[in-house]
């Protein structure tokens, strides 16, 4: 074990689990200081759609650094930030007309929320409450953390944490139960809803049907409460379409994005608003702007490499790849399927996961086991509890993945 004074995140430092050093990555593939090859299976955590180290994004990020390299947001702006809102623009749901930038997908739903409650309180309603899906996650901070499950990940916090209403999660069919729950929250003036759009990541990468996001987001529309579609970990081609909210055909009023906006090389986020929120901003007053920045909001080398995302997915055969990837991993599950070890695989687009054994939660001592197994084995997965999941980049060759397929075989005999 390397001794060191690096607090990790997420990490017990004194189960004195090895904690490798990566020197290099390409693609799929990550390179470690001793010299082993490792297969990244979870894309670094969710971020690397197109593979580390892409030559587009790399080039894009050091041209713009030689150039500007950062500058303050409030009342200035750049051609980077320009280039990347007018791009969104033209690819996002038409009626998110405006792009706030940020920082990470945390900030992304904290601008989110502060937007929701600033737009009720400038159009003088009394409009507070936010409903949230049971198992949800969108975040470590505390606005995030209210608005996400609570349990292992928040405990210690929760004094700091503010009241929601939270609906069941739709497990099979409509979810006649979730949908009764929000209509009736939203029937009491809701002022929000927050949802990650057909996957839920973090709480187990649990999936539900595409009708039941189309007629949650009917019945907002019908109160008047503003849908909030997080799709930090759903966007960017994760579930198969850019947006997962296309497979329900909705748009949501306002959109976070993270995570694959820059490719997965820098911290970048933005919170696409539709215009009504925008204009419950704007005017003469100044106490009516929207008070949220952070020291690098709109960096300009993040936005360099989000704009070389966006020349990516124009130029590049990306829905082939995460087409490719999708019947890869559907042909691979369907194998895996019949192991005695492996409990209700599912799959939307790249994403593919099963449970093993019975449900602990994310602290079962199953998952650092896995992990090891699978680190041993030459495969970053991360195990959340006792939920395995599959989410590579989309440059991921199909020898690759089953390279990842038969190390999670071997690890499925072991633990079963
Ligand atoms: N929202 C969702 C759906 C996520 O999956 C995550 C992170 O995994 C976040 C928000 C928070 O993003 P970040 O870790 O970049 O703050």
Redo the contacts with the bound molecule.
Sequence with gaps: MTHSSIWHPFTQHGLGEPIPKVTHAEGAVLHTEDGARVIDAISS???TTHGHAHPKIAAAIARQAARLDQIIFAGWTHEPAEELAAGLRAMMPSSLTRVFFS???????EVALKMALGHWLHRGEERHRIVVLDN??????IG?MSV?ARGAFNRAYEPLLFDVTSIPFPYAGVGQAAIDALEAACRDGAAAFIV?PLV???GGMLMYAAETLAEMRRICAVHGTLFIA?????GWGRTGTLLACEQAGIEPDIL?L??GLTGGAL?L?VTMASEPLYAAHYGTDRGQMFFHSSSYTANPVACAAANANLTIWREEPVEQRIANLAQWQAKRLGKLASHHSVRDPRQLGTIAAFDVGAAEGYLSDLAPRMLAMFRERGVLLRPLGNTVYVMPPYCIGEEELDMIYDAVSEVMDLVG
């Design positions: 955590w969710w971020v920082d990470s997908g945390s900030t992304s739903v949800g996650y969108h975040g470590d901070t995030t996400g990650e839920l990541g973090a997080d799709e930090v970990m759903t976070c993270s995570k911290p986020a």
